[in-house]
């Protein structure tokens, strides 16, 4: 079983930065998904920065959400990033 988000915040450049329950924190890049029609309302830096946390994976108002396998497989881990 993969592992839950527990933190977000939306940074600039439509990245999140996250925590999940094992610990482990990851940068997650959501620019390459702006184009699909789920997302785009994500491309208002105000709305994308409404991120929250909700059943373990990053959520935004009007039932948009994307899967914590996504999340956890395609972050990019923090050590050595800025």
Known sequence: MLPSVTAVQALPDYRLSLTFDNGEHKYFDMLPYL???VFRRLQNPG??????IDYGTVTWPGEIDI???TLYIDGVDKIGLA
């Open 47 to 52: 709305f994308f920065g409404l991120a929250r």
């Open 35 to 37: 184009q699909f029609p």
């Open 67 to 69: 899967a914590p396998e």
